[in-house]
């Protein structure tokens, strides 16, 4: 063989290779060919990344689709994509801010009142690493948002959940929860020195411990709740990083990532297969790592810790409060 023959076929079996193992990293499409006509679904953070792919997907399978953002000029534009490429005119852009349980409440109070039915809620927006911010309720933002606001929202349509039947939680987490220490003595980061690594794995850990202990709480209704990680993909949600816009990041990192790196489309499929597939009818407490079903880290386990988070939850967000006010109790 020449040396150009064999470079070839090196380069080519690389390339082979390199799709082959983004098949592998990319978990796979959901299978399920089920149709959600009818159902309700609510997606926050829909207007990009993961969120807005999961959108897609569930609109193309018909469902009523609530897109839950906090800037509502992104959510019309994501919305109106959305139904123009699945001709489903039952997607709609509703306010939503996490970083405000006002926002929270009027927004499920909206729910409440205009929605008949609420069967599947996908809690998969995040913020990622941000300097030291604080919500409009004084929490730390990424604690704040990724888990109080989810912990409030998921509280205030419980009820309506359950009133609709078969329904189902999902709660998009990461595999970075393994990182993740919950510090009951510090939840928002006012006495130790701030770290913005540690605030997103601790909330991302707070995720998979909420899914638990709601799970548990659900026992003998029919609302199921899991959690998720969708793989590493490329979104917005490196935007507080730098990585996200230096030079080497695009032009060295970016090529050799590609191989590993999921688009926003791949990493939907683990929601888009918790909130559809048959077989999962019923299943319930269990963590995701794409479409299997992973062990989470231990800590994410005890069952201690998360009896004591939700009750911290619930004494921050002023939960029993808010229920009463949105008539949710
Ligand atoms: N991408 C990954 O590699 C990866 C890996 C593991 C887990 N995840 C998880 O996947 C989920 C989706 O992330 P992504 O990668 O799609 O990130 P993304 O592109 O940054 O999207 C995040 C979404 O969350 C929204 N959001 C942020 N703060 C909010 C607030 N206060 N109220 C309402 N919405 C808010 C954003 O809205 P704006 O556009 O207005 O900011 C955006 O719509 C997150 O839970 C993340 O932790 C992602």
Known sequence: MNKYIVRASMVGTCVGGAILLKDYTGGGSCQSKASITGQTVIVT?????????????????????????????????????????TLNHNV???????ASSKSIKEFAKT??????????????????????????????????????????????LLKKMKESGNSRIINVSSLAHIAGDI?????????????????????????????????????GTKV????????????????HTGMHQSAFSSTILAPLFWFVVKSPKQA???????????ELQGV????FNGLKE???????????????????????VHLDEALSECKAL
């Not at 998969?124 to 690493?129: C, D, F, L, S, T």
């Not at 939840?187 to 709601?214: D, G, H, R």
């Open 45 to 85: 953070g829909a207007n990009t990344g993961i969120g807005k792919e999961t959108a897609l997907e569930l609109a193309k399978r018909g469902g009523r689709i609530i897109m839950a953002c906090r800037d509502m000029g992104k959510c019309e534009n994501a919305a109106r994509e959305i139904r123009g490429k």
């Open 92 to 98: 709609f852009a509703k306010q939503l801010d996490l």
């Open 111 to 156: 729910m409440i009142n205009e929605e008949e039915h609420v069967d599947i809620l996908i809690n998969n927006a995040a913020v990622m690493r941000c300097p030291y911010w604080k919500t409009e309720d004084n929490f730390e933002m990424q604690f704040g948002v990724n888990h109080l606001g989810h912990f409030l929202l998921t509280n205030l």
């Open 183 to 219: 510090d009951f003595d510090d939840l928002n980061w006012e006495k130790k020195k701030f770290n913005t690594k540690a605030a997103y794995c601790q909330s991302k850990l707070a995720n998979v411990i909420f899914t638990n202990e709601l799970a548990k709480r659900l026992q």
């Open 224 to 239: 199921t709740a899991n959690s998720l990680h969708p793989g590493v993909a490329e979104t917005e949600l490196g935007r």
């Open 268 to 278: 939907a499929q683990p929601s888009v297969y918790l909130a559809v597939a048959e």
């Open 284 to 287: 319930s407490g269990k963590y």
């Open 294 to 316: 992973k062990k989470p880290a231990p800590q994410a386990l005890d069952e201690e810790t998360a009896r004591k988070l939700w009750e911290e939850s619930a004494r921050l």
